[in-house]
């Protein structure tokens, strides 16, 4: 398994857990899922059990972010790249 995408509603906010390995082919099937949702719920994505991401996850993860989508229990490496990349713009 090198990702896992799991989809939960809790009534306030549609929740993405994800899990494995994020590179370029989970996050365009993320990105599907998302679009479709975008305007209907308040989406969350939660990171806790994301175990490594490439560039091409964490440029998505920081795009998605700036756009409102809330990322929960953010690995700190993720995080940290997530800033060096936003101040690198």
């Given at each position: 398994?090198?990702?896992?995408?799991?989809?939960?509603?809790?009534?306030?906010?549609?929740?993405?857990?994800?899990?494995?390995?994020?590179?370029?082919?989970?996050v365009?099937e993320?990105?599907?899922?998302?679009?479709?949702e975008?305007?209907?719920?308040?989406?969350?994505?939660?990171?806790?059990?994301?175990?490594?991401?490439?560039?091409?996850?964490?440029?998505?993860?920081?795009?998605?972010?700036?756009?409102?989508v809330?990322?929960?229990y953010?690995p700190?490496?993720?995080?940290e790249?997530i800033?060096?990349?936003?101040?690198?713009?």
């Amino acid at each position: 398994m090198t990702y896992k995408i799991q989809t939960l509603n809790n009534g306030r906010s549609l929740i993405f857990r994800l899990s494995g390995q994020l590179n370029t082919e989970s996050v365009e099937e993320l990105a599907g899922l998302l679009d479709v949702e975008e305007n209907q719920n308040r989406i969350v994505l939660d990171l806790k059990e994301v175990t490594l991401a490439d560039r091409d996850a964490v440029r998505f993860l920081s795009r998605y972010e700036a756009q409102g989508v809330k990322l929960e229990y953010c690995p700190i490496y993720i995080r940290e790249w997530i800033f060096r990349e936003t101040a690198s713009m």
